[in-house]
């Protein structure tokens, strides 16, 4: 069964700089492209009100990011880990919210549990 367990997050100061992992259990993790996602604080998790961050093939091959973020953040994937990444450099104020990492297309059912980012003076 696959599962997506979610690590990495904390408090920042604006500048800062995080390294989310997303590690996934079972099989044909290199089967699918995979996404980042966040949840700002006070939006329920679902619809219009989840964000897309970022999202890379399933070879790793082709990368694509929210304007919000492109510059600042990179997305990178080691198949033969069953891991997905997240390096967050220049955190803003606006970054913060539970990142949650999903299929390209997600899967209701494969939501985890998210990791908190929190970026503040």
């Known amino acids: 069964q696959v599962q997506f367990v979610e690590s990495g997050g904390g408090w920042v100061q604006p500048g800062g700089s995080l390294k989310l992992s997303c590690t996934a259990s079972?099989?044909?993790?290199?089967?699918?492209?995979m996404g980042w996602y966040r949840q700002a604080p006070g939006n329920q998790r679902g619809g219009n009100q989840r964000?897309?961050?970022?999202?890379?093939?399933?070879?790793?091959?082709?990368?694509n990011y929210a304007i919000s973020v492109k510059g600042r953040f990179t997305i990178s994937r080691d198949n033969t880990n069953n891991t997905m990444f997240l390096q967050m450099n220049s955190l803003k104020p606006e970054d913060t919210g539970v990142y949650y990492c999903?299929?390209?297309?997600?899967?209701?059912?494969?939501w985890g549990q998210g990791t908190q980012v929190a970026v503040s003076p």
């Open positions: 999903n299929r390209n297309l997600p899967v209701d059912a494969l």
């Open positions: 964000e897309m961050v970022a999202t890379i093939s399933s070879s790793g091959a082709w990368t």
């Open positions: 079972g099989s044909r993790f290199d089967f699918f492209a």
